[in-house]
């Protein structure tokens, strides 16, 4: 497809990290549609970015308008995340940030890129305690500001709770149960479920582990917010006033 000269592949690259040479392909021709569409003969980087969030997220839901409270929640739920993750990495955690619905489902969400170069391969301790933290952030705004909780947090929830489980069962990162394999995966390319491999008596001490893991994360994620509660007041109303931000400009009100 024709492309403008202004477009920057490094730029694209660091936004669709993790996605499949199929879905890169389909990123290429959501842009060269957006492009025919307004009548261009070329497609841009704007072109691009959008495509990116349609192929990763779905397209904006332009019928589905949320109340001016929701909105507001999901402003500050997904600063939430950003703040906790800015503040425990000392660097810019975001890509962009939007609070415009999506045919997939989602209110809002927060495109996280890695700045450093190459993918990532090892996780330490502390790396998957401050992941668990920012996945807890949303839910922790959402409680500091509006002292009630919503629904919104599901996929928070399931992603901590199996990371702090993975932490438990099969990366021994615990005290109490050392190197020892609690879970094993059977059929890693067929899916790859887990299934426990220890006694119930066992099990029971794991879930505590999980639900302590999480409760500390979630406790820190809070400690944060509350600390930084007046940038977290900036971001979100700026997000809520402007409904999509990208990472320089959480990072210029943050830094300022």
Partial sequence: IKIADTVRFDEIAKAAAGASGAELANIVNEAALRAVRDRRKFATQADMEESIEVVIAGYQKKSRVLSEKEKLIVSYHEIGHALVAAMQTNSAPVHKITIIPRTSGALGYTMQVDEEDGEHYLMSKEELENKIATFTGGRAAEELIFHSITTGASNDIEQATKLARGMITRYGMTDEFDMVAM??????????????????????????????????????????????????????????????????????????
């Fill in 183 to 256: 879970e094993t995966v059977n059929n890693q390319y067929l899916g790859g479920d887990a299934s426990l491999a220890c006694s119930a008596d066992t099990q029971k001490k794991i879930d505590e582990k999980v639900v302590e893991v999480v409760k500390a994360q979630h406790k820190k994620a809070l400690d944060i917010l509350n600390e930084n509660k007046d940038k977290l007041h900036e971001l979100a109303n700026f997000l809520y006033e402007k409904e999509t931000i990208t990472g320089e400009e959480f990072m210029r009100i943050l830094e300022s």
